[in-house]
C-alpha cells in the first residue's frame, strides 16, 4: 500500500513553523479570539468580532464601515453583512451624514453601548489570563515591539521594496 501523501520537499519539511514569528501571532491572536468570543457570548450574546465593532464605534475610533474594514483587514462586504447582524439585533443604526448625503455612520442603542461598556474588562481579564507570570516591563516591552511589527507594516506597505522573508 502505497502512502497518498508524497515526501514534501526540504523547503517544507525544514521549515520550523513553530519557530514563524508570524505563526505565533496568529496563534495568539485565535486564542485571545476565542477567549475573548467564549466570555463575550456567553455574558453579552455576541462574539468578540462583534464585541470588538460595538466597542470600536462607542470610542468613535471607527464610525463608518469602510473605517471598519481597514482596522479588521475585512472586505466591505464582511464589514457590511456584520453591520447588518448588528442592526438587525438592535445593537447597532446606520445614521445618514448630513453633511455628506454619501457617508453613512454607525452609530449605537442604548443596548449597544452597554455591550460595548461591558468589553474592557472582558479585554482586561482575558489579556491578564493569558499574560499571567509576565512582569509589567515584559508586558511593557511586548506592546513596545507589536506597534514597531504594525508600523513597519504601514512602512511596507507604502514601500514598493519587498520585504525580506521572515527566518
Do not use: W
Request: charged share 25%; with cysteine.
Amino acid at each position: 500500500m502505497t502512502d497518498p501523501t508524497p515526501t514534501p520537499p526540504p523547503e517544507v519539511r525544514d521549515y520550523d513553523l513553530g519557530e514563524s514569528v508570524g505563526y505565533l501571532i496568529t496563534r495568539v491572536k485565535s486564542t485571545m479570539s476565542n477567549m475573548v468570543t467564549q466570555r463575550a457570548v456567553a455574558e453579552l450574546g455576541v462574539t468578540s468580532q462583534q464585541a470588538s465593532i460595538l466597542f470600536m464605534v462607542a470610542s468613535g475610533k471607527c464610525l463608518l464601515a469602510a473605517e471598519l474594514a481597514r482596522e479588521y483587514g475585512i472586505d466591505a462586504s464582511a464589514v457590511t453583512r456584520l453591520v447588518d447582524r448588528l442592526e438587525k439585533r438592535g445593537l447597532l443604526k446606520r445614521v445618514r451624514s448630513s453633511e455628506d448625503r454619501r457617508a453613512v455612520h454607525l452609530a449605537l442603542t442604548p443596548e449597544g453601548l452597554a455591550i460595548a461598556a461591558r468589553m474592557p474588562a472582558i479585554f482586561r481579564s482575558v489579556t491578564e489570563h493569558l499574560s499571567a507570570g509576565f512582569t509589567p516591563e515584559e508586558v511593557g516591552f511586548l506592546k513596545s515591539m507589536l506597534r514597531r511589527i504594525l508600523s513597519n507594516s504601514c512602512e511596507a506597505s507604502q514601500s514598493s521594496t519587498p520585504n525580506p522573508p521572515e527566518n
